[in-house]
Nanobody, 115 residues
Framework: QVQLVESGGGLAQPGGSLRLSCAASGSIRSIYNMGWDRQAPGKQRELVAGITRDGDTNYADSVKGRFTISRDNAKNTVYLQMNSLKPEDTAVYFC?????????WGQGTQVTVSS
């Protein structure tokens, strides 16, 4: 079985920062693209950022210049550094990974941006 486990969510003030981590574990035979999605109350889940195994990245327009995705292939871990947070970044953030030729998601971690 493969698991993606997120950590690092919580409460931040507007303009503040948070760093999310997601570690993949289990019977991993192959791991390719990883990324982060988010879902705010009453809204559809949306892609936040993605990263290939080689380090190529893509971002939603709403987070470009504020969020940075990175990964450590040796640790099967992906990170999301979130700076200049805004109240509209409040959502449950889900780690996503293409492992063993299928998509997996983590259980989600809450990020709340409020003063």
């Amino acid at each position: 079985q493969v698991q993606l486990v997120e950590s690092g969510g919580g409460l931040a003030q507007p303009g503040g920062s948070l760093r999310l981590s997601c570690a993949a574990s289990g019977s991993i035979r192959s791991i390719y693209n990883m990324g982060w999605d988010r879902q705010a109350p009453g809204k559809q889940r949306e892609l936040v950022a993605g990263i290939t195994r080689d380090g190529d990245t893509n971002y939603a327009d709403s987070v470009k210049g504020r969020f940075t995705i990175s990964r450590d292939n040796a640790k099967n871990t992906v990170y999301l550094q979130m700076n200049s947070l805004k109240p509209e970044d409040t959502a449950v953030y889900f780690c996503r990974g293409f492992l063993n030729l299928r998509n997996y998601w983590g259980q989600g971690t809450q990020v709340t941006v409020s003063s």
